[in-house]
């Protein structure tokens, strides 16, 4: 911060690093963010505007600025190497406990990827490949990585979806999610939110199998151990924040 304090020399990315400081306060209209940042009002507006076009910024419902996702998804990239280092003795651990194979999905706009996934060693399984990509629309792993999302990201992320807005507020209220034949016929699976250092969910904890194993209930049995594996995954990233 003390560099950007006396100045790069560039002066343009200065202001725009004042105009992104200024927001992580929270939403500012325009007059607001003048006041914060002390920039005449056609800078910031300008400045604003062409942040808002490389999606460092955004507008909420109001029309006020507010930090962008590309910020998001700037911060998942630089934490994704710890949080892979960390996903692979949590998720075998998670199929050991619970006999199902595990997963860890990313989403990645309208699709989520499975980036690590520990499979079982014998019989029927429910085979996600690392590197698979699969809908938002479906499944308790995209539940999770939707239910959080600001209000007008949710909305969007309904449509077309096989989950409704009630059941992304049961999954917000207990922590988890479930899913019975929703992505595909004959899979059940349970899905817990990892969070980056900002309290921000960045990635779902998943097991699934067959309905025929699992249960039409399967959080019943089963949520406790995918909550917990999620959590060791979140306090893994709380700590080493900085390294």
């Keep these: 911060m003390d560099a ?14 004042m105009v992104l400081g200024a ?10 963010l003048v006041t914060a940042t002390h ?11 062409a942040l808002e076009h490389h999606r460092l910024v955004a507008r909420d419902m109001q029309g006020r600025f507010v930090l962008g996702p590309r910020l998001t998804e700037l911060a998942s990239a630089a934490g994704e190497d710890r949080l ?15 006999g199902e194979s595990a997963q860890l999905y990313r989403r990645q706009g309208d699709q989520r990827i499975c980036v690590a996934a520990a499979e079982r060693a014998m019989g029927l399984r429910d085979s996600i490949p690392v590197g698979a990509t699969l809908s938002m629309l479906a499944g308790s792993a995209a539940q999770i990585l939707l239910a959080w999302e600001e209000p ?3 909305h969007r992320g309904l449509h077309g979806a096989q989950f409704t807005a009630t059941v992304l507020s049961a999954v917000r209220r207990r922590g988890w999610s479930q899913s019975v034949g929703e992505r595909e016929a004959g899979v059940a699976s349970i899905s817990a939110p990892v969070r980056g250092p900002s309290g921000r969910v960045i990635a779902a904890v998943s097991i699934s199998g067959p309905i025929e194993r699992m249960g039409r209930q399967p959080g019943r049995q ?3 151990a995918v909550v917990t594996a999620a959590n060791r995954l979140t306090e893994v990233l709380k ?3 900085g390294i």
Excluded: C
């Design 4 to 17: 950007i304090d006396s100045g790069s020399g560039v002066g343009v990315l200065d202001k725009a690093a």
């Design 23 to 32: 927001l992580e306060a929270g939403p500012l209209t325009l007059a607001q």
């Design 39 to 49: 920039l005449a009002r056609p800078t910031a507006h300008r400045l604003a505007v």
């Design 84 to 98: 892979l280092a960390a996903a692979n003795p949590v998720l075998i651990a998670l199929r050991d406990h619970t």
């Design 152 to 154: 007008d990201r949710l």
């Design 222 to 224: 089963h949520a406790a």
């Design 239 to 241: 700590r080493t924040e």
